[in-house]
């Protein structure tokens, strides 16, 4: 690989282990989440240091609405906190943030909290962020087939032009390249319904450290990992 291949252009995230972090330290789970979002201005000055151009955050799955409310009421209070206070960090650093995953199901405020930080940091050029919430990948490919079929009975498009190519431009990631390395913390080694299309030839890094230990260091590790991996995509 040569130099620049050495670095990914897209990395996407599990960010997990936060409860168990804070169980482990006789802490409440919400102080794990807390200290996560340190965990992620770290990843995203690290991931700009490192010249990535895409980090994709998976922070709330839609099999997490299954939580108790008091925890998914928390989670989506800690979310509306943290924009508020980080975007103009993020418009400084020249980070612009996406949202991928459903977008009806959130209260008002969590609504008009994710269109305000999409628009105010609209023009980042340096990194794009991409925050997966009430994202499920399944969902999101059975989305992207009603549209396609949707198209088809109407005529708008023929069966024969259906190709790998529409379908990705049907996803939520439309407008982003697919992940080469996708990192998971807290020793689970599953993708929980995340970037299923999208993660066909990414490579996969497992690491037990939970979420709110993940810093600088274990980014900058984890990155000299993929830089020694050969990718193939099944040729020889
Ligand atoms: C990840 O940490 C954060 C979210 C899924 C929102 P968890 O809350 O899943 O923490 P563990 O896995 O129970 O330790
Ligand atoms: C995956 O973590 C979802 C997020 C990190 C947002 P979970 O903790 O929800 O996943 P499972 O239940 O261990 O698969
Ligand atoms: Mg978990």
Redesign the pocket.
Known sequence: MGNTERIPTHIAI???GNGRWAKALGKERYEGHLEGVNSVRECIKAARRNGVKYLTL????T??WGRPIEEVNALMELFCKSVIAETPELIKQGVKVVMIGRRDRFSERVCSHLQQIEHDTAAGEDLTLVL?FDYSSRDEITTAVKSIAQKVASGQMALEDISEHTIAQSLYTASIPDPDFIIRTSG?C?L?N?LLWQASYAEMYFTPVMWPDFKQEQFDKALEAYASRERRYGKL
């Open positions: 599990i960010m997990d998976y922070a709330f799955s099999e997490n997966a689970e599953r929980s995340f």
